[in-house]
């Protein structure tokens, strides 16, 4: 079966540099979520869209943005890095159904290592 | 607020042990979802059950055991005769219905399998 895929899988940049993750969601899902894993740490909400439009935000930084395209893919653009924002970025997808989104497929993630 | 714990920061079993991972959680929604994912060495998030909160029928799955108990707040998992291939973080998660679905996950437990 088709998973979410997720390009790149590494990425190293410099501080003050920009970043741009790519999301690619299971086939006829709908729901594209975005989460950041810092070093030893769970997995953090940033945001997530359904049908191309902004659904929820948590604790995404103003120098993040992200959009879900046409045929339902992510971008999540990270401008002004900083060494903090070095972690594992997760895309996970479902398919909402009345309203409730259904269980979310996790894709390898990007690792981003800023120096 | 919703929060997800997991107490055991954690563990290590010889192979063929029993070992049982505690999750609890807290919301006000009557209405929750609530998961297992486990994230191996290499760090992909891999989905293993999803449990409504109106369904607290226990579930089992080969050398896994899921047991939900609402009056406890609590969502274990079990794994019976372990394998140095289940070692590996495991995060428990919690999805409420006032939100737009995203997950709120536990801090982890590492549990390591030695042969």
């Known amino acids: 079966a088709a998973g979410v895929i997720q390009s790149p899988r590494h990425l190293i940049k410099e501080k003050r540099e920009t970043a741009t993750l790519k999301c690619y969601p299971i086939?006829?899902?709908?729901?594209v979520y975005w989460y950041q894993q810092g070093p030893g740490q769970d997995p953090q909400f940033l945001i997530s869209?359904?049908?191309?439009?902004?659904?929820d935000k948590g604790s995404i930084p103003d120098r993040f943005s992200a959009q879900q395209f046409s045929d339902y893919h992510s971008e999540l653009n990270m401008s002004s890095l900083e060494l903090g924002d070095s972690a594992l970025y997760f895309c996970?997808?479902?398919?909402?159904?009345?309203?409730?989104?259904?269980?979310?497929?996790f894709g390898p993630g990007t690792r981003l290592l800023v120096l | 607020a919703q929060k997800v714990t997991q107490a055991q920061t954690e563990i290590s079993v010889v192979e063929k042990e029993d070992v049982t991972l505690d999750c609890v959680y807290e919301t006000r929604d009557t209405t929750y979802y609530l998961f297992w994912y486990k994230q191996p060495p290499s760090g992909e998030l891999v989905f293993l059950i999803r449990?409504?909160?109106?369904?607290?029928q226990n579930e089992i799955s080969g050398r896994y055991s899921w047991n939900f108990q609402k009056s406890t707040s609590s969502f274990n998992f079990t794994i019976t005769a372990s394998q140095v291939v289940d070692s590996a973080v495991y995060f428990c998660a919690l999805r409420g219905s006032s939100n737009t679905g995203k997950l709120i996950f536990g801090q982890g437990t590492t549990l390591q399998v030695k042969p």
């Open positions: 449990r409504n909160s109106f369904d607290e």
């Open positions: 086939p006829r899902h709908d729901t």
């Open positions: 996970a997808s479902s398919l909402t159904r009345l309203a409730v989104q259904e269980t979310q497929y």
């Open positions: 869209f359904y049908e191309k439009m902004q659904s």
